[in-house]
T-cell receptor, first 114, second 113 residues
Framework: DSGVTQTPKHLITATGQRVTLRCSPR?????VYWYQQSLDQGLQFLIQ???????AKGNILERFSAQQFPDLHSELNLSSLELGDSALYFC?????????????FGPGTRLTVL | AQSVTQLGSHVSVSEGALVLLRCNYS??????LFWYVQYPNQGLQLLLK??????LVKGINGFEAEFKKSETSFHLTKPSAHMSDAAEYFC???????????FGQGTRLTINP
């Protein structure tokens, strides 16, 4: 158990809908990362937050957004869903901003768009 | 440009045999290198990491990896495979001071009894 929790574990929805994925980082970790794992794209970095502020952006679509709240949990919002958004979405957390900090991964949320 | 290349999407070895999973990176500056393992229906777990210092890195579960700058490689090895090692393995890098991980495509390891 990494200490990172993600809810829900599975999510099935229809095209055009909007969903919210939730992540609670390990106790004491200030940095949260979101990654997408799909069969065709592999594991890709989406976005990073540090202590409530956006820190870095990767290949995140404009239909997707995220935020980190004062209690440090984070949410990833996916809207106008398309079939291709079906993937496993991971949240990871780390202590701070040092590049050598280890990232601890949650169990993921599997999103299926029908 | 692909920063991390894992050679072989599938590797199959017999129980007790040597495990060798290959990873090459492309970077003009020394990167931070990581190996993660993903068991079915689970998140990623860090096996080992290279930041600075000793180029031979020992990790959990008997795995180790050697950073070879001249070959831009960071191959993962284990002397004797166990059935429990069956999983997907990902090589990842951090480049240019960024905290994001850039992953290879993964190698699925199968262990034959």
């Amino acid at each position: 158990d990494s200490g990172v929790t993600q809810t829900p574990k599975h999510l099935i929805t229809a095209t055009g809908q909007r969903v919210t994925l939730r992540c609670s980082p390990r106790s004491g970790d200030l940095s949260v990362y979101w990654y997408q794992q799909s069969l065709d794209q592999g594991l890709q970095f989406l976005i990073q937050y540090y202590n409530g502020e956006e820190r870095a952006k990767g290949n995140i679509l404009e239909r997707f957004s995220a935020q980190q709240f004062p209690d440090l949990h984070s949410e990833l919002n996916l809207s106008s869903l398309e079939l291709g958004d079906s993937a496993l979405y991971f949240c990871a957390s780390s202590e701070g901003l040092a590049v050598y900090n280890e990232q601890f991964f949650g169990p993921g949320t599997r999103l299926t768009v029908l | 440009a692909q920063s991390v290349t894992q050679l072989g999407s599938h590797v199959s070895v017999s129980e007790g045999a040597l495990v060798l999973l290959r990873c090459n990176y492309s970077s003009s500056v020394p990167p931070y290198l990581f190996w993660y393992v993903q068991y079915p229906n689970q998140g990623l777990q860090l096996l080992l990491k290279y930041t600075t210092g000793a180029t031979l890195v020992k990790g959990i579960n008997g795995f180790e990896a050697e950073f070879k700058k001249s070959e831009t490689s960071f191959h993962l090895t284990k002397p004797s495979a166990h059935m429990s090692d069956a999983a997907e393995y990902f090589c990842a890098v951090k480049l240019g001071g960024a905290q994001k991980l850039v992953f290879g495509q993964g190698t699925r390891l199968t262990i034959n009894p």
